[in-house]
Structures are given as structure tokens and as C-alpha cells.
């Protein structure tokens, strides 16, 4: 396997343990008083903000893949960015469209807003953090229906900017 495309799984991995931890430090301590404020609204940014607050969050690891190579700091820093756009858009898509997130059984951050849940269900893009560390909690979730769009458009239908 190329070094690049190893680095760039890494980062991936990396990134989702990182946005998982950040969450849940953001229930207790990290800009816990904005992160309230969100719950309280109930909604997103829209992608684009979103994405810029996690490449922002992620600033100091995107450099981390340099110390190895040039090649594996390139293909670290594209993975970074990468689940930097995914969470992102999960982010959004669990705000406005959450049955739409196929990936996970159950979309955990709609279900971390709609209980309240301060304990559980920290992970945005992926549920498996929660399932390591024990902190996911299975509820009930009835799906809403997509309605009559059922094409591939309606992964789109989200807030941008």
C-alpha cells in the first residue's frame, strides 16, 4: 500500500476519534457555554461553517504526517480534510435529514439532541467511538419517511453556506 494512502486512512481514523473526544469534552469543559447555546437551537451552521470550524479544530494535526514524510504528511493532511468534509456534512444532514444517514443504525447525533442526551451519543460522522468507549446508548428511533423524493437528490437538500 502507497504511504500516502496509508497515511491517509490513519487519518481518517485519527480525525473521527478526534471530533468524537472534542464532542464530548464540549459536554463538560471546551466552549461548553457556544456548545449549549447549539443544543438550545437545535440546528446547524450549514456545511460550509461547519467544515471551517472543524478544519480549524483539526489545525493541529494536519502537520502531523510531515514528521514521517512529505508524502505521508500530504496523504494525512487529505485525509484530515476529508472526514473534516464528511462530518460536516453529517453534521447537517442529522440536523435537517437525519433518516438519510444510512451509515449508522441509528443517526446517534439527532438522537444525542432529541433526548438531550449530556452522556451519550457523541459521535457526528460515525457511531463506533460511542460503542469503544461505552458511551452509546441505544433508543428507540422511528425513521421519518424521505417522502416522495427518493432519488439521489435529496442527499443535497441540505443547508450549505
Known amino acids: 500500500m502507497p504511504v500516502w494512502l496509508s497515511a491517509f486512512l490513519i487519518a481518517l481514523v485519527a480525525a473521527s476519534l478526534v471530533e468524537y473526544w472534542a464532542h464530548r469534552a464540549m459536554h463538560s ?3 461548553k457555554k457556544k456548545h449549549v447555546l ?6 446547524a451552521q450549514g456545511w460550509f461553517w461547519e467544515f471551517v470550524d472543524y478544519v480549524v479544530g483539526a489545525c493541529f494535526l ?3 504526517g510531515f514528521i514521517y514524510s512529505v508524502e505521508a504528511g500530504v496523504g494525512f493532511a487529505a485525509g484530515a480534510l476529508a472526514y473534516a468534509a464528511f ?8 440536523h435537517e435529514r437525519p433518516e438519510l444517514c444510512f451509515w449508522m443504525v441509528r443517526p446517534v447525533h439527532q438522537i444525542h439532541h432529541g433526548e438531550q442526551m449530556w452522556r451519550h451519543n457523541f459521535g457526528i460522522g460515525v457511531d463506533v467511538w460511542d460503542r469503544v468507549f461505552g458511551t452509546y446508548k441505544k433508543v428507540e428511533w422511528v425513521s421519518p419517511q424521505p417522502g416522495s423524493h427518493s432519488s439521489l437528490w435529496q442527499f443535497f437538500r441540505i443547508k450549505w453556506v
Request: aromatic residues 10%; without cysteine.
Open 29 to 31: 469543559f471546551l466552549l
Open 38 to 43: 447549539h443544543h438550545k437551537e437545535g440546528g
Open 62 to 64: 494536519l502537520p502531523a
Open 87 to 94: 462530518a460536516a456534512y453529517s453534521h447537517q444532514l442529522q
